[in-house]
């Protein structure tokens, strides 16, 4: 059961409003004995945090973890490890005209609709400034990923804004930091750059896909029937804000494929069985292969436009509605370091079920 | 937490292997005071089952569902229902090339890996017989629904045969029964036929994509933020056997909008607000609008086909495979009535859920 | 979240009416590669089941397990495995009188209040026969237990009928089984004897305190602060039908000890470090120390008895109920059976999450 | 599933240490609507808090929580309320001797022993200092209670200090809040005070039992066969540092009773069914029977005292261990406010349950 908490044995549950004193992250259930301060969370946090560019939203926000409980001495004591984060600039007049109205594509009407009142400061709880909860939370599952399973590496990056696909041709892994919108094709980042100037300027925001890879994860992991991998990264990627789709492998496009094309066909190889092509993006029968773990997601476009959009007030009248603020044109960006905290999350939390389950039993092949 | 278990309040456990005795649903949380009996369930496994068409597994199961608690005089009582569906017709013997053989694209070499040792008749668990259980319990959250919202409506149909897509302008509800695809486009219902004939004759199989709406569907249902409507889809049809991809709304397609032309617009309509478009999928901010819920899945091809394919063995030993069997060549076919049952599952679940955390509060507009 | 179901990883639902057509438990998270079949768990339920000697009900049922799934070749799979025990000999009719009537002391009101309706026949849901189901499920815990703990040993037995309690300095460990009591005490068995027959002639019944003890047990199970292993316990027993109190170690006794008696002082042994006394019955902090886990809980009298009580009926009508049917007169007879199982549930249980959690991390001492 | 969160839909997650920055509760599933601010919950805390009376710690803490989330306006909005009580009074020095050592009878071992490493200062996770936070979590839940069901009533008090137990004919509600125990009885209470001081002068600590009692609770709560609510306050009460024995009704002694004696007979009254005594404590199969909720719990003698202990420590040298530091010589005082808590959160999270499963349908009697 959850309403605010994530994960089966690795439980993160996030706390705080945008415009409230503090956000966090009670994490429960971290193994103990694993090295863990603030600074060995805080670069993720660095990562997502705003006013990092002008394509991301002017809020200035520190965003300085602490650690509340749950760590002695630098370690993990297997107690929960309370994360906050205070906000420090909230500007809460921004939002006088959102109190009573809603935002079209916002979440706003059924935040009223569902709970009677709402605090509308910046999106309240609705808001992507929650996302920062997440992050700091995946920095302390990336952590005990690290001693657990050394060579394990999770990357994320954007690969369409808008219309605009990247060309995999032109796949740079080395670019991806080189950008400000984690783009691993240097031409497509240049055109984006141009483009999101454009609708910025035009007071409009687009949408994005995302994708997560990751490599170094072991064969067995995901609990079949319902608690599948892909069937929890799907629940993890999709909670983010703003997400409206999931792919594993290839997708949508393995919809197009036939069976013998999308048979990800075997060979012994020198460890065991390889694997000659990965449609199936690292989970068949919703556990993990040992191949790379491929998932992607899209992101809508900002709600928050200073374009009017027709809507209505709490009291039923029908307005116009601008909406000022310090918005990100296009929410994908910063949507990367989440995709990949939730995805640090969840493979740390099937890792720990795993061990629960069967105890690390594992079939011989070979 | 949970392996086999679907749900909050509304609790699903599927239970059963392809060739065991018997296979089921033990279905927890279900309101008591509701009118049910096998004859209630029977149809929509029916429309399930295997052996309809040429276009499914020529397996022969009558599906006969047998309750055996929770309901007394015909009425739930608030106690465990126990579903249980006889398996009669398995021809295990069929399966002893896969007994130590992995099937390329299939679970048997992940089962394998995680647990050591596996049912490999007919699939065992891996098999998409499981998801007849997840049908009747679907049986079982309908005939709720059909009490507590009275309105709720809930329809799926395939939109996509490989790549050929279906013609939205020839959008037709009452062909969806039919022909044997649930297809809504008459034309493209011809057109896939055919398609399909030739790719059986031909020993391969096919993808698809899955549409499943629901109407009538009141506001607030979701509950924010890990437990939101869309996620818990997202899981619910991520679990389903072959299942690639989910999308709520525009899916995808949200990335190339920009936010001007996402936003679904509000005016006031004579009972209350109204959207101008629907483009988040009858969900915002993770929580039901009263839209209609638009749900689509992607479903790989069946990876069990008469072409052989390149595979290793237990014994780490090379092999081209033919997979014999009774298999669907386009599982998504039979994957549609599962799509209705999780959507079904999903909805009451959340509507016990929001009963149980706010007791149906809602905030007043106009 | 639970109505059904016990456990966190290993996790047993049970379902199953008194005069329904079947009970039974789905056992879910059993670790794979574990020797099972019926015959393992059947020797559990002959223990329990009724008719077994004139101190407990004459309804004569063979209950005999079937495993429905989870089983291949002898061997759990790690995938949910369905328990099923058919109901024989219903005398519905014997419940004609409670069908609108509410025994005093019985969950038959209460039944009626919450749900609206009740399966009245044999007490339907909360009926003792549900026990069996979780004999069953504790069947397969002990065989898991067996495998992954050699030296793991649990023992039941009745330590006081009303008023009559044994002398602790006759317990001989090898009398349990040679009495229909349970009684380690061979004085104490003639004379609860003679005691039952009396309260049983005059249609009266009494009631009883079982001990549970668990040797062998690991250090380090446990799950602080909200499941510690004797929060888990007592919820365990608790949740056995007529059960009132339960108490770890010295239980209520603890009480009135001071601190210096209370304290377990520790020396060094051979093997590490050994306890000189056991009042904290083998937990501390909600972890096992490695000492003998001891639980103790109290069970009430039987509600239903052939002397007329006072009460009323649905329609609100006042009347004096004599109940009919065949019951037993001392319920805490056949729970000794029920508590070792839930004893074994909740060990492996805890072993299970240890393992998840912790990956069996050990703190060295010495 | 769980480690440190409690409830299954009003789901309370404790954090932090003793001599930590700080300790909390995070509170999910609090329903919307609420008046909620830190006026409404600081009273209770200042029940608990240290320093009170020379029968508790000397530490001096404030015990001031903040709310961090999930209120707004001064009303609760269905979000997670993140409750936090900075730790302002740490002595750590005074724990130098038990960072190594083990005291008897207490957490330090099984912690040791669990997680490899431990926060010692002051208990760390272990102490009773962990019971502010359910105190605070308890104050939400009152306010939710005082909205949602105005006329129920919980109350606690002591009924046993180590073997004077109150004399219940001198039971005066009026008494409780008049003398430092909690004690209806004034006769007692001013035994208890020489009796304790005496324990205290001579490096000694003793025992207690706890009774909690709820009045107005409506009938129908409790959620069968293993959220029952018996079973859950046993699980509560017991999870509270040093509780060894949770009754319900007559608890123990129901064992002693005979079925003629134990049948709560029931009458007509004016406003529906009566019952002419209370032996089932208000829960008859694991439901509430509309009549008083009556829990009691038994509380072992602190550990930490300052006579001396054989013990070991880490190196596994035998050691005498006194333990120095501010400590209650008798737990169960600053019990009392915790278990009203518990019982405050349990009766609440079992009426959302119950309005999330039956809808608050109700069988009619009469």
Not at 186 to 195: G, H, L, R, S, T
Not at 243 to 270: C, F, S, W, Y
Not at 312 to 319: A, F
Not at 324 to 353: F, N, Q, S, Y
Request: aromatic share 6%.
């Amino acid at each position: 059961m959850s309403f605010n908490t994530f994960g089966h044995l690795f439980r993160v549950t996030t706390w705080g409003e945008s415009h409230g004193p503090a956000i966090g992250a009670t994490v429960d259930g971290c193994p103990p004995g694993v090295a863990l301060n603030e600074a060995v969370i805080q670069p993720w946090l660095d990562r997502r945090k705003p006013g990092t560019s002008k394509f991301t939203t002017q809020r200035k926000e520190p965003d300085e973890v602490r650690i509340l409980s749950g760590v002695f001495d630098g370690m993990t004591t297997g107690t929960p490890i309370q994360l906050m984060i205070e906000n420090t600039d909230q500007r809460s007049k921004d939002y006088g005209d959102i109190a009573q109205a809603f935002r079209p594509g916002h979440a706003d009407i059924t935040y009223h609709q569902k709970y009677g009142l709402r605090d509308y400061r910046g999106g309240g709880r609705s808001s992507a400034r929650e996302t920062a909860s997440r992050v700091a939370a995946g920095g302390v599952a990336r952590a005990v990923l690290a001693q657990l399973v050394p060579g394990l590496k999770i990357t994320g990056y954007m690969v369409q804004m808008g219309a605009k696909a990247i060309d995999r041709g032109r796949f740079d892994a080395a670019q991806i930091e080189e950008n400000p919108f984690w783009c691993p094709d240097p031409v497509a980042a240049i055109e984006w750059a141009d483009y999101l100037d454009d609708l910025r300027l035009n007071h409009n925001s687009v949408g994005a896909v995302i994708e997560v890879i990751a490599t170094g994860v072991p064969a067995g992991l995901g609990a079949p029937l319902y608690a599948k991998l892909d069937s929890d990264l799907a629940s993890a990627m999709m909670s983010i804000n703003a997400v409206k789709a999931v792919e594993i492998g290839d997708g949508l496009a393995a919809a197009t494929l036939t069976g013998v094309e999308n048979a990800d066909e075997i060979r012994m190889g020198p460890n065991g069985p390889e694997f000659l092509s990965n449609h199936a993006g690292g989970i068949l029968g919703g556990i993990s292969t040992g191949q790379p773990v491929v998932c992607r997601f899209a992101v809508k476009p900002t709600s928050s436009i200073l374009t009017p959009r027709q809507t209505v007030n709490t009291r039923g009248e029908e307005l116009d509605l601008i909406t000022k603020g310090r918005h990100d044109p296009c929410v994908g960006i910063r949507a990367v370091p989440v995709g990949e905290a939730m995805m640090a999350c969840t493979l740390l939390d099937h890792l720990l079920l795993d061990r629960g389950q069967t105890g690390g039993i594992r079939g011989h092949i070979g």
